[in-house]
């Protein structure tokens, strides 16, 4: 499986936009890659909202599991995070695939 550009398909949207938080929106969204919940990871950009709050949220639920495809161990409130609300999935331009060679 090939994995998306970490760092031009996840963003930030409330919150903190530091690079901390840049951080633990590509952790967070790590985690719903391997969890099933963003399935057109190549075609698509991932929108985390509060990635400081959800990541904190993700760690305090409980023992994770770990997933070598992805390298990321999925903590269990991922499977409880609902697209909308604490995070988006958004198509990319085509404009932005080819300015990034995508």
């Not at 969204?29 to 990635?51: M, S, Y």
């Not at 400081?52 to 993700?58: D, M």
């Not at 903590?75 to 300015?99: N, T, W």
Request: contains cysteine; glycine residues 6%; neutral net charge.
């Amino acid at each position: 499986m090939n994995n998306p550009d970490w760092n031009l398909q996840v963003k930030i949207k409330g919150g903190r936009s530091d690079t901390g938080a840049h951080h633990r929106a590509i952790e967070v969204a790590r985690q719903l890659l391997a969890a099933g919940k963003w399935p057109d990871c190549l075609n698509t950009l991932i929108v985390i909202h509060d990635p400081y709050e959800l990541h904190r949220r993700l760690q305090q639920s409980g023992p994770g599991v770990y997933h070598p495809a992805q390298n990321v161990t999925v903590y269990p409130a991922v499977h409880e995070l609902q697209a909308g609300r604490d995070y988006e999935i958004a198509p990319m331009s085509e404009s932005f695939k080819a300015l990034h060679s995508l």
